[in-house]
């Protein structure tokens, strides 16, 4: 064990200098730290390289075939689509994700964007310091109207942990909830309801699920354009889920009430992206925070520094999904 060499190879994306990283650093003593690891630095950052903790690093053939010495890839993310498999597994590389980390981290993301968003929060707080309130003959102001979520319907699209943990919270808040069917289902069933069928219905729809050659563009100009013009859009799952051009202009027409965005199909955005206009004021936009809450950040490092212990105690390195 002590001749093994790790590396963390872009430790940026999960550690903002705020994590206990000594369950991990701890178990063995030879460690290479890298903010970041660009295309073009992924060899060097990997030669004689044993153990690697990657988030978003690319693990393609091509260059899998040149790190003779790999013997681990420990991600600090669920998804693993970043990862070659089937390569790994050819050459015997193990390979463990994270899981059931985030879960309290989103749901309450979610519901801050909802409650902002039928609170009218960011409106109020402009005008308040824009002087409004201070210039108004009431103790109270009526500019914007204000909604309970009591009574009020949640749609969920994707009904995996994270979808649940939002279904909590709903709850605790009165509201009603509608389960879609699997995109591309033609029946519906257990209860559920045809995507088609749930968008007329709710006033919040949040979108929890993966991104595939089904759901890309799932919620698209036809879709936002079944939806009541009261309701809310919420995606804290993948950006490409939305057509985000669409929603720009379901935004602008005034179809939907408002969005809150905590993903985007490019990430980081171009500046002209569309969803980054100015004159969308009925959007808040996060840049991919749902998942980042310091304690959420710090059980992906506690279950990257288990499944390290594990690969450690292994006599055979295999591939191990969701260990």
């Not at 060499?5 to 994306?13: F, H, K, S, V």
């Not at 500019?143 to 279904?167: H, R």
């Not at 602008?252 to 206009?277: F, M, S, T, W």
């Not at 969308?280 to 304690?295: D, F, K, M």
Request: charged letters at 15%.
């Amino acid at each position: 064990m002590t001749h093994l060499q790790a590396a963390i190879l872009d430790e940026a994306t999960f550690n903002a200098n705020d994590l206990n990283l000594n369950p991990l650093l701890g178990l063995i003593p030879h460690w290479h730290r890298y903010p970041s690891t660009p295309l073009t630095q992924r060899v060097a950052h990997l030669k004689g390289i044993n153990i690697a903790v990657a988030n978003k690093v690319v693990f393609d053939q091509p260059l899998l075939s040149q790190l003779p010495d790999l013997k681990v890839i420990l991600l600090t993310a669920t998804g693993m689509d970043n990862v070659d498999l089937s390569t790994c597994k050819t050459l015997g590389i193990a390979v463990f994700n994270v899981t059931d980390y985030c879960t309290s981290s989103v749901a309450q993301h979610v519901f801050s964007l909802i409650l902002a968003l039928s609170r009218q929060l960011i409106p109020y707080q402009n005008m308040t310091k824009q002087g409004d309130w201070s210039r108004s003959k009431h103790f109270s102001s009526l500019q914007f109207p204000i909604q309970e979520l009591k009574g009020k319907t949640l749609g969920l699209v994707g009904y995996g942990a994270l979808a649940k943990g939002v279904e909590k919270l709903a709850k605790a808040f009165e509201m009603k909830i509608l389960i879609a069917e699997r995109a591309g289902s033609k029946t519906a069933s257990n209860g559920r309801l045809l995507l088609d069928d749930l968008l007329p219905q709710v006033d919040v729809l949040s979108l929890h699920c993966p991104l595939n050659s089904t759901t890309q563009n799932l919620i698209n100009a036809k879709a936002l354009q079944r939806m009541k013009p009261t309701a809310l859009l919420i995606n804290t799952a993948r950006g490409g889920v939305v057509d985000n051009t669409a929603l720009a202009n379901a935004l602008r027409q005034h179809q939907i009430a408002g969005a809150g965005i905590d993903v985007l199909d490019i990430e980081p955005p171009p500046l002209n992206h569309p969803l980054l206009a100015e004159d969308l004021p009925n959007l808040i936009l996060t840049p991919h925070i749902a998942w980042a809450s310091v304690e959420a950040r710090q059980r992906v490092i506690d279950h990257v520094a288990d499944n390290l212990q594990q690969w450690l105690s292994e006599k055979d390195n295999k591939v191990s999904l969701n260990p």
